[in-house]
């Protein structure tokens, strides 16, 4: 990781999916969500004046956090995941497969791990987060 400090925000729309390994979130509603990605911290605020976050929700910790394409989500297009070292799990939809790809790219500077060589490459994501989402 270089010694720049990841930077990174802009709209997203959001579903919590995992709130850890074992629990669902109760509220898997998509949100529009003004998203700031931070070193290794990721804040989702209501808008994007950044004064409140969505659901009074604390800031989350990539580190050790997974991101890659959810390739298994096929209701919308340009959906990544993030994996939340706790088992926390995200899905955030892009606007257009750009916006997606640099998002990934941002998220998984900041979580530390080396960025794949290939797209699609298994070590940005562990192997449960390919296909379906069995828990
Ligand atoms: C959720 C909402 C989400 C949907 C989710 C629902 O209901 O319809 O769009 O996710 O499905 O629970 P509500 O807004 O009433 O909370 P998808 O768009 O991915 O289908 P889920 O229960 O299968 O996660």
């Not at 850890?20 to 949100?31: G, H, I, L, P």
């Not at 991101?67 to 297009?77: G, H, L, N, V």
């Not at 530390?112 to 192997?127: C, D, I, L, N, W």
């Amino acid at each position: 990781m270089s010694s720049e400090t990841v930077h990174h925000e802009g709209l997203l729309t959001r579903k919590h999916e995992w709130v850890n390994d074992e629990e669902k979130a109760t509220n898997r509603s998509w949100d529009k969500v003004y998203v700031v990605l931070h070193g290794n911290t990721l804040s989702c605020y209501k808008d994007k004046k950044k004064q409140d976050r969505i659901h009074h929700e604390p800031v989350l910790s990539l580190a050790s956090a997974a991101c890659r394409k959810a390739t298994d989500y096929t209701k919308r297009p340009n959906v990544f995941r993030v994996k939340l070292a706790t088992g926390g799990e995200y899905l955030f939809h892009a606007k257009h497969e750009a916006e997606m790809e640099t998002w990934i790219s941002q998220i998984v500077l900041a979580t530390g791990t080396e960025p794949a060589s290939a797209s699609g490459s298994s070590q940005t994501m562990p192997a449960t987060m390919e296909g379906s989402v069995e828990k």
